[in-house]
C-alpha cells in the first residue's frame, strides 16, 4: 500500500444476511428439521436415540427434552423449537416431543400459505383463533378424573410411561410416581388476603421428591421410602447405627468453637494463658453440646462441622494440642450415647425435617421441645454398592420422600430418572386440573375434523390457515402410524371417517398401527398436557 493511501479494511465475508421470504422459508426448513429428528420418539414403538455428549459421555433417550438439550444448533429458529421442548417440560413435564413435532408440522403446513402471498400477521391471527377453537374441542371431549382413585390414577400414569423406555416395568413405576405424588402433596388451608378461605394442594416434587439412583441391584428393587435416605454415615465409629423411634434434632450451625471472622493472632507470654484459652474453646463446645444433650436425643444432624478442624499454620507443639481437642464434639455426644451426622446438605434436612416433623434450629440456644422430631420410626445405615446411606424410614406421616432407584448402569438409570419425573409431573398435573383426553392421536384428529368444519364457515383468505392447523395436527395419528410400520394413508383415513361421524374417542393403537376406541383400551392422557402442549406449539 502506498504512503498516504487510508489503510483498507475486509469485514468478515462469513456471514449471510437473509431478509423477506428467504429468511422465513430457511426459518421454516431448520423448524421442520429438529421435528423431523425427534418424530421417530413418537408413541409407544418410539426408537431410543444414542447421544455422545460433549464430555464423551453416551445418553440413551427417548424424551423429545433429554435429546434437544444435547443437541448443539447455530440456526435461530432450530434454537426457538429446542426452547420450546423446554418451556414444555418446566410446564407440565411431559408433551415434550409432541409439541416439537405439532410445531414443526404448523410451520410446514405455513410454508405453502406463504408462497400464496398470504401475509404473515393473516396466518398468525387465524391461527391463534383456531388454537381458540381447539381449546374449546378438548373441553368438550375430556371426561372428569377422581384424583383418589388408585386405579384411574394409574391408567393415566401408564399412558405418559407407555411411550418410554420403562414400559417392561411399567406397573412398577406407575406405583412409585403415585406413591411419591401422595406423599408430597400437602393441602393448605388458610385465609386469603380478602379473607376467602382457600384450600390449596401444594405438589412439591422439585424440592420434596428426591430420586437417589444407586447402580447395582435390580430395577424391581426400586421402591419408595416412607421416610428420607442421606448420602451420609456417621461421624464416629462407635455411634450407635440403628435407632428405633429415635428422637432427631435438626441443626444449622456448626458445633465447634466460635473462630475470628478473619485470620487472629494471639500473643501467648505464659504457659498458663494458653492453657485458659484452650479452656475456654472447650467450654464453648460443651456448653452447646450439654444444651443439646438436656432433651435427651438420640439423632443430631448439622449442615455445618462438629468441632474441629486442624489449623495447618500454626507452630507444630500447638498443633499436637490441637489434635487432642479435635473432635471434642463428638467425645461429649458419644458419652451422651447420641449419634450424630454432620455436613447434610440444606434440602437433604428440609426434607429430613418435613419427613420427621422437626424444625432445623439456627444456634442451639434456641432449641426447644417443639423443635424436635419425633414422628420417624426407624433409623439406620446401610451400605448400598460402596457407599453409607443414612435412612429415616417408617415416618407416620411423611410430607416428604425419597425415592430409591436401582439399576444395572449409570445410563439406565438417567433414564429410568427422566422417565420417572415425566410420569411425576403427569400425576400432579391431574392433581390440579382433573380432566382427561383420550390419546392415541384421537383428541388432535377431533380438533383436526373440526377445523376442517369451521374452516368451510370462516369468510375471505382466514379459511386458508384454519384449514392449515387442521391438517398440521394430523401429524400426532400419522406419525404414530409410521412408527408402528402401519399403512399411514389407509389407517387415517378410518380415523377420519370415524371423528366425522361423531365418533370422538376413536385413536391410534401405537402398538399395533390401526385405529381403536380409546375408551376401551384405557388410553387417556392429562387434558392441561394437551391444552399446553397447543398453546406451547401454536405460539
Known amino acids: 500500500m502506498q504512503a498516504g493511501q487510508t489503510p483498507v479494511f475486509v469485514m468478515n465475508a462469513g456471514p449471510e444476511r437473509q431478509t423477506g421470504r428467504k429468511a422465513q422459508i430457511a426459518n421454516i426448513i431448520a423448524a421442520k428439521t429438529v421435528a423431523d429428528v425427534i418424530r421417530s ?104 378424573i377422581d384424583t383418589s382413585s388408585d386405579e384411574e390414577m394409574l391408567s393415566l400414569i401408564k399412558t405418559s410411561i407407555g411411550t418410554k423406555f420403562v414400559i417392561r416395568w411399567s406397573d412398577l413405576m406407575c406405583k412409585l410416581a403415585l406413591q411419591a405424588i401422595r406423599t408430597v402433596s400437602v393441602s393448605e388451608s388458610g385465609t386469603h388476603t380478602s379473607n376467602v378461605p382457600t384450600n390449596i394442594t401444594v405438589v412439591d416434587i422439585k424440592r420434596y421428591a428426591r430420586v437417589e439412583k444407586v447402580p447395582g441391584g435390580a430395577i424391581e428393587e426400586s421402591k419408595v421410602l416412607d421416610g428420607v435416605m442421606v448420602n451420609k454415615d456417621v461421624t464416629h465409629p462407635n455411634m450407635r447405627r440403628r435407632i428405633a423411634n429415635p428422637r432427631i434434632i ?73 489434635l487432642l481437642n479435635v473432635d471434642y464434639a463428638q467425645a461429649i455426644l458419644l458419652q451422651g450415647n447420641i449419634t450424630a451426622i454432620r455436613r447434610v446438605r440444606k434440602s437433604d434436612n428440609n426434607r429430613i425435617a418435613r419427613a420427621v416433623g422437626a424444625t432445623i434450629v439456627n444456634r442451639t440456644e434456641d432449641l426447644r421441645e417443639s423443635d424436635i422430631g419425633t414422628k420417624c420410626g426407624l433409623f439406620h445405615i446401610e451400605k448400598l454398592g460402596d457407599e453409607y446411606f443414612t435412612f429415616l424410614t417408617k415416618c407416620t406421616t411423611p410430607k416428604a420422600c425419597t425415592i430409591l432407584l436401582r439399576g444395572p448402569s449409570k445410563d439406565v438409570l438417567n433414564e429410568i430418572d427422566r422417565n420417572l419425573a415425566d410420569a411425576m409431573s403427569v400425576a ?68 377420519r371417517a370415524k371423528h366425522a361421524s361423531g365418533e370422538h374417542s376413536w385413536g391410534i393403537n401405537g402398538d399395533t398401527g390401526k385405529v381403536e376406541d380409546m375408551k376401551k383400551y384405557g388410553l387417556y392422557e392429562s387434558a392441561s398436557v394437551k391444552i399446553q402442549t397447543l398453546k406451547t406449539a401454536v405460539e
Open 250 to 322: 435438626l441443626l444449622d450451625c456448626p458445633l465447634e468453637y466460635k473462630k475470628g471472622e478473619s485470620q487472629t493472632y494471639i500473643e501467648i507470654s505464659k504457659e498458663s494463658q494458653w492453657k485458659d484459652f484452650q479452656d475456654e474453646e472447650e467450654k464453648q463446645v460443651r456448653e452447646m453440646c450439654e444444651r443439646i444433650m438436656e432433651f435427651k436425643p438420640d439423632l443430631v444432624f448439622t449442615e455445618k462441622g462438629i468441632s474441629g478442624e486442624v489449623y495447618n499454620g500454626w507452630e507444630r507443639n500447638i498443633k499436637i494440642t490441637y
Open 41 to 144: 420418539c413418537l408413541g409407544p414403538k418410539a426408537m431410543l436415540k444414542m447421544l455422545l455428549d460433549p464430555m464423551g459421555g453416551i445418553l440413551l433417550t427417548n424424551d423429545g427434552n433429554a435429546i434437544l438439550r444435547e443437541i448443539e444448533v447455530a440456526h435461530p429458529a432450530a434454537k426457538n423449537m429446542i426452547e420450546l421442548s423446554r418451556t414444555q417440560d418446566e410446564e407440565v413435564g411431559d408433551g415434550t416431543t409432541s409439541v416439537i413435532v405439532i410445531a414443526g408440522e404448523l410451520l410446514a403446513q405455513s410454508h405453502s400459505l406463504i408462497e400464496r402471498n398470504i401475509h404473515p400477521v393473516v396466518i398468525i391471527s387465524a391461527f391463534n383463533k383456531a388454537l381458540q377453537e381447539a381449546l374449546d374441542v378438548i373441553k368438550q371431549i375430556s371426561i372428569p
Open 428 to 495: 400432579r398435573n391431574v392433581v390440579f386440573n382433573p380432566f382427561l383426553a383420550p390419546g392415541g392421536g384421537a383428541t388432535e384428529m377431533a380438533i383436526s375434523v373440526r377445523l376442517q368444519q369451521r374452516a368451510k364457515t370462516v369468510q375471505g383468505i382466514e379459511s386458508w390457515p384454519f384449514k392449515a392447523v387442521a391438517d398440521a395436527l394430523e401429524v400426532i395419528p400419522r406419525t404414530l402410524v409410521q412408527n408402528a410400520g402401519g399403512n399411514a394413508i389407509r389407517v387415517l383415513t378410518e380415523l
